[in-house]
């Protein structure tokens, strides 16, 4: 009998909970690795846990399969960002939304403020949706309103459609790591005093009456790729890397301006200030003036773009 005893102590220490025993801070990190749903339903593990999930420094909305409908994911997220620890840091969040139709614009909009307001220092965003549709803007389209963060650090965005005011990051003054991939732009300039490193992947630029222009002053690493054109790169001191796919129409937007017509100063299209110098048209592009302080520098071209002097 007291062997029995031993054996069945033994037993009971050999479930003993050592990983509620951890710190806090160790949970938290662990629990960041979760998908979001996964990470709350911890909360039924033990008193210990009830509360863990409230403060994770990192949130992965992910799982589209298990919301299968718009209706359902807005009521999680939601509920989600309202019982957070308001008081906890959110250092990096990631919404993976690829699959749904006809997202809200409104609550993601205001997912990513929620984001921001909690000092993330990284954002992933990844919509992708409303495609097929037959919406002019079939993309989701954010708010035209600047992001301020004094805290973000990365921000990367996919799938989705951006106008002017959204791409001022003059307000996120730490941000230095951007990425835009997928997206549609419509913009006059795409703005960031702190960005090092840039990277416009796969997007469709719009503009009206005047090229896009990228005004990043401290970019250390550019690329520029798959777009149907590349805007307008001002000074970059510092840039080092760049690499450029020269789409076969970045040049062709206006008649005048290309032609060099006697009516080019009558033309308002915005490109004689880039083309024409008191009257002569200049013997280099100004598209590509930014790249001029890069060290390593690749530009790839088809060969119609490929000129002789």
Known sequence: MPRRGKDRQSVQGSF?????????????????????????????????????????????????????????????????????????VLNECELDLRGFLQLDEFWVHLWIRCVLAWRARVLRLDTYTNLPTS???????????????????RLELHGVFLKEGFLDFSSCPVLEDLKIADCVIHTVKILSHSSKHMSIMGCQFLWDMRPPRVSAPSLVSLQLHGSNMIPVLESMPFLETASVNLCQKYEEFCDFCDNGSLEVEKCDCGMSELYWDNGRKRDFSVFLQGLSSATCLELIASPEMVSSS
């Open 16 to 88: 003993e909970d050592r990983l509620s025993a951890l710190p806090d801070d160790l949970l938290h990190h662990t629990l960041g690795f979760l998908e979001a749903r996964d990470a709350v339903r911890t909360c039924v593990l033990s008193r210990r846990w009830r509360h863990l999930w409230r403060s994770i420094p990192r949130l992965r909305i992910t799982d589209i399969d298990a919301f299968r409908s718009v209706k359902k994911l807005n009521k999680f997220v939601c509920k989600l960002f309202m019982l957070r620890d308001a008081g906890s």
């Open 135 to 153: 919406s002019e803007e079939p993309l989701v389209q954010l708010a035209n309103q600047p992001l301020l963060s004094h805290h973000l650090v």
